[in-house]
């Protein structure tokens, strides 16, 4: 379906397009840190720092999610302008999507993390928000391509039998 309103594309489309955005927005809020409280002696110190989700291959797995966004906007946007491919973009949407949250989600959870008291390290508030956002854009890009009713591609649609067994 080719629209140049958003408002008129189908909803599961509006909602990955709207999760790409999400993960853009939420890769730089704070993904992981560390926070201290501190009370010794009469003397009282606290503090946190944080870094955003653009470190290690996180920074793949992000750019792959956004690629994979920009390719479903043309394709639903300008489809014309895209050149023809061996598979469907809609596979190629899949395959970024799929493939850039799970190297975020891998990268997320294989964070160090402690606590004890009065100070931890560990996955922030904005880290559980981005890899939410990175497994829904990855769901809803397999939604996508089911609900094209394109022939999925690990489906053999040869004409050759299968060998009979022994």
Known sequence: MESSDFRQLARNDQLFLGA????FIASFLPWYGVSYNLNFAGIKSSG?????????????????????????????????????????WNVVVMGLSV?????????????????GPGASVGLRWGGWVLLIACVAHALLAVIRLRESGEPMPWVHHGTEPHPPTA
């Open 99 to 115: 493939v850039g949250a799970l190297l975020v989600v891998i990268r997320s959870l294989n964070l160090p993390s402690a606590s």
């Open 48 to 88: 946190s720092a944080s870094i955003n989700a653009w470190h290690s291959y996180a920074t793949l797995g992000l750019l792959l999610l956004l690629a994979a966004t920009v390719v479903a906007a043309v394709t639903l946007l300008a489809a014309e302008s895209l050149p023809e491919i061996p598979v469907s």
């Open 20 to 23: 790409g955005v999400l993960v």
